[in-house]
């Protein structure tokens, strides 16, 4: 079962998609962009940014004055709540404080082993935290970025190819790399990486 959390961010609606069986969650703004789109599970927020408490629907109302943001709270009550899977629209673009607050999240959950996801209108970035094969047409764009210390990162398949070797977040070795056309392998014996992808995919 997947949650779907959809924030306040840049929302790619053509992207927008649904399974059976998924929990659908508005925090804060981003419940405007989709209570017309698809039936709400949850509402999340403190309500600042959309302006109103959403009725009809359930609501978990935080006070504005808080450490945690409304993405943060959102992730913990799917977790909470079963949640191993999280793809998260709205997420990126927009503010850059938030955009980086939400990629923060991420790699926090990600250090608890919940796949998160952020879709956005033009990219989709995930982390790994052992290894993955990525895909995309030939030329097409991806990067991947210590946010830790990542040992013996492996890229191959790729037009840019490493191996086994070691990386920080000082250091963006692996920013805009090239798809072959083929799927590329990428492996981390230790760390995260996070996957910033150009309109391609992961399986």
Partial sequence: MRWILVCGGE????KF???EGDVLVGVDSGYAKIKDL???DCVVGDFDSLGYVPEGVKVLRHDPVKDYTDTQLALEYAVQNGAKECVVYGGLGGRVDHTLANLQTGYA???KGVRVRFIGKDCTAFYI???AELYGEEGRFFSLFAMDKAEKVSIK???YEIS???IDN???LGVSNAFTGEKCSVSVKSGVLLAIIDDAGVV
């Avoid at 929302?11 to 053509?14: C, D, L, Y």
């Fill in 129 to 131: 935290t052992d290894k």
């Fill in 38 to 40: 698809a039936e709400v």
């Fill in 157 to 159: 398949g790729a037009k």
């Fill in 11 to 14: 929302f790619a609606a053509e």
């Fill in 17 to 19: 998609c649904l399974e």
């Fill in 109 to 111: 959950f990600a250090l």
């Fill in 170 to 172: 000082t250091y963006p």
């Fill in 164 to 166: 086994g070797i070691d």
